[in-house]
């Protein structure tokens, strides 16, 4: 039996101004609803009292309406995590100027099968299960959230790790489960190889691995074949962390995979290998696998002539606080840094750890097309991070560890069928570089996914100006948009 696994990090908040009786609808009501974890029980914001949130299946170029009503304390918006809004940036987030925190627990996943009268260009499965990997904290998530930018610290460690919701068995208070993230997660089911089928909802040429590792609100869809001897074997989920010990969550999560039939199980159930928590070339030798199908039913479209070149080095620095930052926003973020130096040098100079503070974004014309290189640093003492832009897909055409170099990485650059992607992991001290068309009108936020992060300013936003037809213009705003 094949399975089809989604596993989605993504958060979805989302309001609509479409109105057609033709269009399937979903009603989302947000509000707060007690929730049980680790022996004890707190409020959470929940879509529907559901955690995580419902579950919508569509078909490819499906049109739905979801209605959403706001019932809980705070002002929220939606984002849909990689699902484009063409020409419509208007309710997809931006985060950071509402409360990002939120989608800590305000999260579902969005399954798209084929277009209506077409197939997967994989073995249809017979089951497909989201699995949905969170967080949880016993500590209420806005508290979280106010420490963090207050102390800018690491006092943010959550208590457990969650598939679909539930810690598993090995936590307190926990039961087996049967079948906003802070931290890249390795991925294995015990005794299974499983096959690789797509990735941020774009097929990829199969491949098989026996563990998998994904950043925050990353998504891939892998394929279980259920092969072995009947028996119950743990799926399980641990950190990847460069950090110091005691400074991460070193706990596991599991749920557990059950074979139908006359058996004795095993007690306790087959544990997967998962690798350590530092395992630096276990966490990025999966990035290189990813390749596009790139063939007549599935073509890509990477743009091979370059007329914006950016190259933005990520590095920790500290959060913009009381107001500190001038202006609400500028459209200076320079296309390189001042200074190029030994980016992942073991040591640095302290002065450069401190970062210039600034709201600056970067103006695109329509149908430019971009290649951004992220360089990782070593500043502070560097770390990982997950790349997440809205409003566009993009072709990851290389990557690497150490400095980009660009005369010679240029050269390994893979244009022929680079994956489709809008959440990548930049490894510590390496580098990725994308290439996208600027071809969807707006203001469009592009972050790290680690919270912490983005929470001390790893994000700006690209302005993607109209083009010259009405079809390239961005949509007026709905009625309802709120005043600044
Ligand atoms: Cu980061």
């Known amino acids: 039996m094949k399975v089809s696994i989604y596993k989605l990090l993504g958060f979805l908040l989302f309001f609509s101004f479409y109105h057609c009786q033709a269009w399937p609808r979903y009603e989302f009501v947000v509000k707060e609803a007690p929730y049980t974890r680790l022996c004890s029980t707190k409020n959470i914001l929940t879509v529907n009292c559901q955690f995580p949130g419902p579950t919508l299946n569509v078909n490819r170029g499906d049109t739905i309406v979801v209605d959403v009503y706001n019932r809980g304390n705070y002002n929220i918006t939606i984002h849909w995590h990689g699902v484009k809004q063409p020409r419509n940036p208007w309710s997809d987030g931006p985060k950071y100027i509402t409360h990002t925190w939120l989608r800590a627990t305000v999260h579902g996943a969005l399954i798209i099968y084929p277009k209506i009268g077409t197939t997967y260009p994989f073995p249809k499965?017979?089951?497909?299960?989201?699995?949905?990997?969170?967080?949880?904290?016993?500590?209420?998530?806005?508290?979280?959230?106010?420490?963090?930018?207050?102390?800018?610290?690491?006092?943010?460690?959550?208590?457990?790790?969650l598939i679909n919701g539930q810690p598993g068995d090995l936590y307190p208070c926990s039961k087996p489960v049967k079948a906003i993230l802070v931290d890249n997660l390795f991925f294995a089911i015990a005794n299974h190889t499983v096959m690789m089928v797509g990735s941020d909802a774009s097929y990829l040429k199969p491949f098989n691995r026996t563990f998998i590792c994904l950043t925050p609100c990353q998504t891939v869809d892998i394929l279980l074949e259920a092969n072995q001897s009947p028996n119950h074997y743990y799926m399980a989920a641990s950190v990847y962390t460069t950090v110091l010990p005691g400074s991460y969550n070193n706990s596991t999560t599991t749920a557990i995979v059950e074979y139908n039939g006359n058996y004795t199980p095993s007690s306790p159930p087959v544990f997967p290998y998962l690798p350590e928590y530092n395992e630096t070339e276990a966490s990025i030798n999966f990035a290189p696998s990813f390749r596009s199908l790139a063939d007549k039913e599935h073509p890509i479209d990477v743009p091979m002539e370059i007329n914006t070149h950016l190259f933005y080095t990520l590095s920790l620095g500290s959060p913009c606080k009381n107001n500190s930052c001038p202006g609400v926003y500028g459209t200076n973020l320079p296309d390189f840094p001042q200074l190029f130096f030994h980016f992942t040098a073991d040591y640095l100079p302290m002065e450069w750890e401190i970062p210039q503070l600034g709201t600056e974004g970067r103006v695109l014309d329509y149908n430019s097309t971009v290649e951004l290189v992220f360089q990782a640093t070593n500043l502070i003492k560097g770390a990982d991070h997950g790349?997440?832009?809205?409003?566009?897909?993009?072709?990851?055409?290389?990557?690497?560890?150490?400095?980009?170099?660009?005369?010679?990485?240029?050269?390994?650059?893979?244009?022929?069928?680079?994956?489709?992607?809008?959440?990548?992991?930049?490894?510590?001290?390496?580098?990725?570089?994308?290439r996208f068309k600027a071809n969807n009108p707006g203001v469009w936020h592009m972050h790290c996914h680690i919270d912490q992060h983005m929470v001390w300013g790893m994000g700006t936003a690209f302005i993607v100006k109209d083009g010259e037809s009405p079809e390239a213009k961005m949509l007026p705003p709905p009625p309802d948009m709120p005043p600044c």
């Open 387 to 434: 790349m997440h832009l809205y409003g566009h897909s993009f072709y990851v055409v290389g990557l690497g560890l150490w400095n980009f170099d660009k005369d010679k990485d240029p050269l390994t650059y893979n244009l022929v069928d680079p994956p489709l992607q809008n959440t990548i992991h930049v490894p510590r001290n390496g580098w990725m570089a994308i």
């Open 125 to 161: 499965p017979d089951v497909e299960i989201p699995i949905i990997l969170g967080e949880w904290r016993k500590e209420d998530i806005m508290q979280v959230y106010l420490d963090l930018e207050r102390y800018a610290g690491l006092g943010v460690l959550s208590d457990a790790y």
